[in-house]
């Protein structure tokens, strides 16, 4: 059986609810931000650009809803790469209620590798192409960024 991707573990904050009681549709662009941001931290060691070697910017994202988050629950943003271009990568997301897998939210977000000073495009180096291919399965980390108590590795997992 494959190792399930990377998995981001967090809870739904009051303040991140709407009058709805629901997760304000805009949240939900923040939590891709926070899982890619964990993922790409798994992959490279850091989201310093000067520690990591990479600078991105967002270039297009697409978010589809199919069911709510409400206050406190805990989500589970599963994160694969989906494709690495020459200049650019896309990120997959999907954002589960945990534990029992409903699938609430789906999000594809294309990056471009930028020049962390001029901010122009720059190709995605050799060492950031073969991280991000291989990704990050098994790996589950929450909130605080450690490695979950309540969750374990994949078998096989690095």
Known sequence: MAALPFRFLFRVRY????????????RWAEYVDLASGEYTRALFGSVDPDVSGLDWRLVRQTIEWNASGRYDDVLEARVRTVRVGTTSF???????RWPDDAILVTAETVYV??????????PVSDDHRRKLEA??????????????SHARREPGAP
């Open 15 to 26: 303040q991140e609810c709407d009058a709805q009681k629901i997760v304000f549709n805009a």
């Open 113 to 122: 590798s930028t020049h962390p000073i001029s901010g122009t495009k720059q």
């Open 90 to 96: 896309t990120l997959a997301t999907e954002f589960v």
């Open 135 to 148: 990704g990050a399965p098994g790996v589950i980390v929450d909130h605080a960024g450690a490695l979950s």
